[in-house]
């Protein structure tokens, strides 16, 4: 059975740092692609990130410069750092993944995924 977990969040003043983490389970190679998203209350859930099975990497425009995804394909985790966090950044975040051959992309759009976590709470505030 595929599993994503994630952990990692928590309270943090703005200006803070947080690194979340994803560990994916049953998923015998590295022939998936995997996103953050996040959902703040009362908005509908937006992607901030996604990383190919290369690495390569996508950002939301309102996170650009300020997180950064990364992958370890040995270990099946897949992190977001986030620096310079905002109280705009308070939201449910969810690591999610999909099945793909394709190594250099990786897709922005919450339809594209069919495996997600339970999410875990960021919230910046002072």
């Known amino acids: 059975q595929r599993q994503l977990v994630e952990s990692g969040g928590g309270l943090v003043q703005p200006g803070g740092s947080l690194r979340l983490s994803c560990a994916a389970s049953?998923?015998?190679?590295?022939?998936?692609?995997m996103a953050w998203f996040r959902q703040a209350p009362g908005k509908e859930r937006e992607g901030v990130s996604c990383i190919s099975r290369s690495g390569v990497a996508n950002y939301t425009d309102s996170v650009k410069g300020r997180f950064t995804v990364s992958r370890d394909n040995a270990k099946k985790t897949v992190y977001l750092q986030m620096n310079s966090l905002k109280p705009e950044d308070t939201a449910v975040y969810y690591c999610?993944?999909?099945?793909?051959?394709?190594?250099?992309?990786?897709?922005?759009?919450?339809?594209?995924?069919?495996?997600w976590g339970q999410g875990t709470q960021v919230t910046v505030s002072s």
């Open positions: 049953g998923f015998t190679s590295d022939f998936f692609a």
């Open positions: 999610a993944a999909y099945i793909t051959t394709a190594q250099a992309l990786c897709l922005m759009t919450s339809l594209s995924y069919n495996y």
